[in-house]
């Protein structure tokens, strides 16, 4: 049993939500998202609040339950103010630029790697801080998440790339003798 599906969540205002044919639409003042929802989960919408409950006692369905109302509030806080991560590049050489549409990574390998933004997203860098925005809470973790598989950070020197709320336990390395 989902404790945060249990509560009904409360529509912010300026905030249009509708529910038709299996597909959830939030719209806001930041833009319009819009998912794909399972059968499993009954979605009500009234008085200003969205209620969810499973259609049955399946397992799947009381997986989906907690996860469609994590999946809404995440729109429903996106289309209001935009999501944000930020990423840490520590290293000597190590830098990121945004060029066009592209961002540019220089991370200690022989050669720079170059990756497309995607369209709803918005990314700025500065020094050693790159910021990843947008409305879409998954698209902006997935983006983050693989830029920092480039280069995870490493244990000794911490040189890598790294969420900034992200703490990296280091180890000591070889002692003199």
Known sequence: ???IAKKPIVIPAKTEVSFSGGIFTVKGPLGT???VMKPHIKILIENGTITLTPTNQSLQAKALWGTYAAHIKNMLAGVNKANERKLIIEGIGYKADV???DIVLA???SHTITMPIPADLKVISEKNT???SGNDLEKVSQFAAVIRALKKPEPYLGKGVRYSDEVIRRKQGKKAA
């Open 99 to 101: 060029k066009g549409k």
């Open 33 to 35: 998202l819009s998912k």
């Open 1 to 3: 049993m989902s404790r």
């Open 130 to 132: 790159v910021t990843i």
């Open 107 to 109: 991370l200690g390998f």
